[in-house]
């Protein structure tokens, strides 16, 4: 029953990564860039959350809205402030533009919130279920990550397939230049892009801290890159490809954990994300690109 | 007739020449003790931390790669190195033969491994390549944390599981203790080594980029296909560049790795990747001397900024998303450029006007 159990644990935590995945895919696929403060802007769900719950003492569900709000609206704040200034810059000085706004908001953090590790109190509030007499108990975090997961994850591929501002967007991801001539506001689908995908990693971050609930200034940074891991995984700019990235990524830390070795965990997360790549360069569900000439 | 020295030659030997004029200034600094203790820690580092960032443009300048693996190459340089010192502590005394051989075993160490992990990885390109060699640096990083190395009378002993698990005799002694790291490293490193490796990496890189090999190189660069048909082997320029790349990590590695009394895995993480390929980018990606300013400016300014203390990191994170967006878009950037051509204007006219100005003033 321990294998159970660790399953369990591993699809719930795959499941956070999926939706912090979901979240790289859709700016990757869009904007084209690595946005390294995406697991930062997880980290900023937690504190909002943590903020409104604990310092303020409002209720859950408000808390809940005010995180996805804040996160939301910052995703926008930084895209409008530091990526698109370099919409046409090359792909490495976006990427340490990330990654400087990924310095700022862990230190920006470590000021407001000090050194000192936050104990996140959970925003769930779902009774544990019991199978096989007690054997094998399901958390109630982790019903709500695998259900909020199937629920995003679900609700983005029909808002991507079958709305205006969706079309829009894959639009923008084919071809930038071309969306353009066919009048869609490319730069609005670029903020609405980076909303959606922030407001997704305020969710993850509320996810994580209920499960693992330890808060500091770099609670996002692995997790974000651990997701990224996933997206590439499953295939970039692919959202079934993201869950399924995630949730393979969650089950081989957990198992790797309880039957390897507690240290080697994360070793063998890149390890077989390695060994995709080398057999599909472009993930499970990648597309293939042909290069031109 | 005056021979004319051709514009990379000529590139290259004034960065030798600002090189040698650093290092006497410092060395001037430190015989009348003008410098504080916590700078004369960071001499070491920084041209640590130059020779990262000159090796990484390597990868990333010449060969046009994004690698985020370089912190890895550093760790296995680094644990290789000490691994031997350790070993060979008792029977070479002559530290300075020890510690050529030290940086000889790291700088080959690591190479190999770039080998080994170059055939697969280089495959792949752009964003593919970087989160994989980030993959990498993180693997190297997790086994060397778990990694317990001990030895005794019998030999060798290497387990993955714990101290215990070793089965060391009484007489044994540990020399890497799992997440605790290294101890006991003979403290080899000083700033006047480190500035000589420092320079032969740079003497190193501006003749491998100048060679028929880097030449190459930079074609692949430019065009992969078009290099590939005009029959160059793109996986071996690739592999030779990389192992290049990871040999000088290695060696800066050993030299990090013997400037420390103990040493964790733990700081090799993909933030000292990340770290050096912000030195690349900000000297300016294919400028080798760009690279060492910007890896010694960007060390020192968190210290220079210890005034402002809580501030400090923000204000670099500050300093970096401003640096990259005046350099890259094209609005500002001209901006800037039009208003330093005015400001040259000025200057030279100011000259051209000569004596009478001064006299004036």
Known sequence: MAFLDYLINGISLGSIYAVIALGYTLVYGIAKMLNFAHGDIIMVGGYAVFTAMVTWGWSTWVAMLFAVVVCTLLGITIEKVAYKPLRKASSLSVLITAIGVSYFLQNLALLIFDEKPKVFTSVVNIPKINLFDGKVVIKGETTAAILVSVVIVVGLSLFINHTQKGRAMLAVSEDKDAAQLMGINVNSTISLTFAIGSGLAAVAGMLLCSSYPTLTNTTGAMPGIKAFVAAVFGGIGSIPGAMIGGILIGVIEILGRAYISPQLADAMVFAVLILVLMIKPTGILGKKINEKV | ?361
Do not use: W
Not at chain 2, 76 to 84: E, R
Not at chain 2, 109 to 134: N, S
Not at chain 2, 277 to 292: A, C, K, Q, Y
Not at chain 2, 299 to 320: C, D, G, K, Q
């Open chain 2, 1 to 361: 007739m005056k021979k004319k020295l051709n514009p990379q030659t000529r590139k290259s030997f004034i960065t030798y020449g600002l090189l040698m004029i650093v290092f006497i200034a410092v060395e001037i600094l430190l015989s009348t003790g003008s410098i504080s203790s916590m700078m004369q820690g960071l001499l070491v580092p920084i041209c640590v931390y130059s020779i990262l960032a000159v090796s990484l443009n390597l990868t990333v300048g010449i060969l046009g790669e994004l690698s985020l693996g370089q912190a890895g190459f550093m760790c296995v340089g680094a644990y290789a190195s000490a691994i031997f010192s350790n070993l060979v502590k008792e029977s070479i005394t002559q530290p300075m033969i020890r510690f050529t051989l030290a940086i000889l075993v790291g700088g080959v160490v690591a190479a190999l491994f770039g080998i080994i992990i170059g055939i697969p990885v280089l495959r792949l390109r752009g964003d593919y390549l970087a989160i994989v060699t980030l993959a990498f640096g993180e693997i190297i990083k997790n086994v060397f944390a778990a990694l317990y190395i001990g030895y005794d009378s019998a030999g060798l002993h290497i387990s993955l599981k714990s101290q215990g698990d070793l089965g060391l005799k009484p007489d044994g002694k540990m020399i890497i203790n799992g997440a605790l790291g290294i101890s006991g490293t003979p403290n080899d490193s000083t700033f006047e080594i480190a500035f000589v490796i420092l320079f032969i990496s740079v003497i190193i890189i501006y003749n491998f980029v100048h060679s028929r090999t880097g030449r190459a190189v930079m074609s692949i660069r430019d065009n992969r296909i078009a290099a590939e048909s005009v029959g160059l082997n793109i996986t071996k320029y690739k592999l030779i560049t990389f192992a290049l790349t990871a040999f000088l990590a290695g060696v800066a590695g050993t030299l990090y790795s013997h400037n420390f009394y103990s040493l964790q895995a733990s700081k090799f993480d993909y933030n000292l990747s990340i770290l050096i390929l912000v030195f690349v980018v900000l000297g300016g990606i294919g400028n080798i001397r760009g690279s060492i300013i910007a890896a010694a400016v960007l060390t020192l300014l968190p210290e220079l900024l210890r005034s402002i203390n809580n501030y400090r990191m923000l204000f670099y994170a500050v300093i970096l998303i401003v640096m990259m967006i005046c350099t890259s878009n094209e609005t500002i950037r001209s901006f800037f450029i039009r208003n330093f051509e005015k400001l040259k204007g000025l200057i030279f006219k100011k000259k051209s006007d000569g004596a009478a100005v001064k006299e004036a003033e």
